[in-house]
Antibody, heavy 116, light 107 residues
């Protein structure tokens, strides 16, 4: 069974770029679509977007102008970049694997606080 | 964007009892609906997809039903480990969206 582990800075300054990595083990990154989902007290669970190892991406329109996802097949890692962050981007960020359109496996989550 | 509305926000039930949670979509999502369970400090866990198909390893006491705009998640007999927050998610349209959750608590 695939296992996911998010990592990255827990604190990001406003207007800077949030960068997270998700390390995949137990399976290849070519086996699934890879999603990023965030959870905040104010907005609940919010799907950020997905990437396929082929490079196909699909982003939530509400975040599309600020989001970039990538896959490193040699390291079995995914990455998320979110630019120009504000306090509204404070959340727990999850990576999640989907074979179809639901989320089969989730990482434990990475808490990111946006604050000066 | 499709808005998912769950009810009630909190449901108090005794162990061993039956419980039903509801999820309504702002437009039809056919059977493209999943349910997740989340416990404190943990990530959500997939329970149901296709509105009624249990994910691997999910006990038979969990059952999902519905199509179109109305869906339910039913517990035939609540176990202590079932008290958690439950979310529905539609995947019929992008962006995928979640309900705000129903907290199932011990009465």
């Amino acid at each position: 069974q695939v296992q996911l582990q998010e990592s990255g800075p827990g604190l990001v300054r406003p207007s800077e770029t949030l960068s997270l990595t998700c390390t995949v083990s137990g399976d290849s990154v070519s086996s699934y679509y890879w999603n990023w989902i965030r959870q905040s007290p104010g907005k609940g669970l919010e799907w950020i977007g997905y990437i396929h190892y082929s490079g196909i991406t699909n982003y939530n329109p509400s975040l599309k102008s600020r989001v970039a996802m990538s896959v490193d097949t040699s390291k079995n890692q995914l990455s998320l970049k979110l630019t120009s962050v504000t306090t509204a981007d404070t959340a727990v960020y999850y990576c999640a694997a989907s074979y179809y359109n639901w989320f089969d496996f989730w990482g434990q989550g990475s808490m990111v606080t946006v604050s000066s | 964007e499709i808005v998912m509305t769950q009810s009630p926000a909190t449901l108090s039930v005794s162990p061993g009892e039956r419980a039903t949670l509801s999820c309504r979509a702002s437009q039809s999502v056919y059977s493209n609906l999943a349910w997740y369970q989340q416990k404190p400090g943990q990530a959500p866990r997939l329970l149901i997809y296709g509105a009624s198909t249990r994910a691997t390893g999910i006990p038979a006491r969990f059952s999902g039903s519905g199509s179109g705009i109305e869906f339910t998640l039913t517990f035939s007999s609540l176990q202590s480990e079932d008290f958690a927050i439950y979310y529905c998610q539609q995947y019929n349209n992008w962006p995928y969206t979640f309900g705000q959750g129903t907290k199932l608590e011990t009465k």
